[in-house]
């Protein structure tokens, strides 16, 4: 018989079923500061979850928390639709200078809502709207968000199953390496788009991760990006990147796409926008996409007023001074990618790969429930990780960008331990 702790009883009676990370961790969360969170009975965690990528600068970073109650206590404007204010002027500014031009991107930013899956239908319904056909195309193992229109482009079979209609208008083709190099990259797609008896409908866009996070960490080489970006050109297709979990600096540098090259014809930002967890997304597009009526796409907390004071705080903070986080990101990820080195050795017969980029990694194991008792005895052990790939195969780290040299090896002799200490 199953006994529910009273602390997580009215989270079982009362809650949906549909809530997931809460048992997987069965904590209550009480603080939580920099890479590390307390629950309510004092227990530490380290974190290498960060809010799904929300959290790129830790929780409750200093600098960002300042600039927000100095905001609140001067009663700023908490909710502002898309009406001008000075918080969202602000950032504009700062963004428009500290990240758009240094990079010789001419984007023009719309606001779509406070979610990533808001960003990437406004992507999806921007791209019909300007070509004027209905297809996207998007890749084997995508993710790109839980309402309609991005479920219809994401591959994971359960999640598209929660849908209860069917989701048309998306075709999917295979990710890099999805044929383990057998295929010349882009054999089949750009096949289907020459042949006029293939039954491929003309594409308005395609939409694409660098990385795909919750689809198991699957990196994709520069030379594919840039061959995709190629084709979309050639073939009349808007390029989309969906940077929503890999952007503000995931990979290293502040577009995960800078490192291909290629310049996307539209962007989703959400996540670690704000830079506090605070919902905030945008929307990136060339000036001469910007075809939308005034209120054709809208809504009620599109203008998220403390997230845009936050998120300016962290670019002033974090993206102003040259690459400092870059660098830094990039040494972690090292620092990372050595560990996991040590950790395969170990565990040879039980790991498939481990493959990541910047700060974003991850173990594939051969008995795919290997990853969810990682997770599991992790967690015992004082550690936040989650699973990733379309089994939950995937042990998945994403540390803050901010963590500690120091904290970082603790959470990977951490992590050690667990993949030891689930052995058969």
């Not at 998007?138 to 591959?155: K, R, Y």
């Not at 990820?333 to 565990?347: C, D, H």
């Amino acid at each position: 018989m199953t006994i529910t702790p009273p602390a997580l009883s009215v989270f079982e009676t009362v809650e949906s079923e549909v809530r997931s990370y809460c048992r997987g961790w069965p904590a209550v969360f009480d603080r939580a500061q920099g890479a590390r969170l307390t629950d309510e009975d004092g227990h530490e965690y380290l974190d290498f979850f960060a809010g799904a990528g929300s959290l790129n600068y830790g929780h409750n970073n200093p600098v960002l928390k300042r600039a927000l109650l100095d905001y609140l206590e001067r009663d700023g404007i908490t909710h502002g639709l898309d009406m001008a204010t000075t918080s969202k002027r602000a950032f504009l500014e700062t963004f428009q200078n500290v990240i758009l031009r240094p990079r010789d991107l001419p984007y023009k930013v719309m606001f779509p809502g406070p979610t990533g899956t808001n960003a990437v239908e406004a992507a999806l319904k921007l791209a019909r709207k300007v070509k004027g056909r209905e297809s996207i195309v998007s890749f084997t193992n995508a993710f790109h968000g839980m309402s309609l229109g991005s479920l219809a482009v994401t591959g994971n079979a359960f999640k598209r199953a929660g849908a209860g209609i069917p989701l048309v208008h998306g075709t999917p083709m295979p990710f890099d390496n999805y044929l383990d190099g057998q295929v010349p990259d882009f054999l089949w797609f750009e096949r289907l788009l020459e042949d006029q008896g293939s039954g491929l409908n003309k594409p308005a866009a395609v939409i694409v991760e660098t990385v795909q996070g919750e689809g198991g960490i699957n990196v994709a080489r520069p030379e594919w990006l840039r061959a995709l970006a190629d084709l979309c050109r050639r073939q009349d297709m808007l390029l989309i990147v969906d940077d929503i979990q890999m952007g503000c600096g995931r990979t290293g540098a502040f577009f995960s796409f800078e490192e291909a090259g290629i310049t996307p014809d539209i962007v989703t930002l959400s996540k670690s926008i704000s830079g506090y967890g605070l919902p905030m997304s945008l929307c990136l597009f060339r000036p001469e996409l910007d075809v939308w009526e005034p209120g054709e796409h809208n809504g009620t907390f599109r203008g998220n007023n403390p997230a845009f004071v936050t998120a300016t705080a962290a670019l002033e903070a974090y993206w102003a001074d040259g690459g400092a986080l870059e660098k830094q990101t990039r040494a972690r990820g090292e620092q990372v990618e050595q560990a996991l080195i040590s950790i395969t050795e170990e565990n040879l017969v039980d790991i498939k790969e481990y493959r990541g980029h910047g700060l974003v990694w991850g173990i594939e194991f051969h008995d795919k429930a290997r990853a969810s008792a990682v997770a599991r005895r992790a967690f015992e052990l004082g550690l936040l990780v989650e699973t990733s790939g379309p089994q939950s195969e995937v042990a998945k780290l994403l540390p803050p960008l901010t963590i500690t040299q120091d904290e970082l090896d603790e959470g990977l002799r951490t992590l050690a331990r667990a993949v030891r200490e689930t052995a058969v």
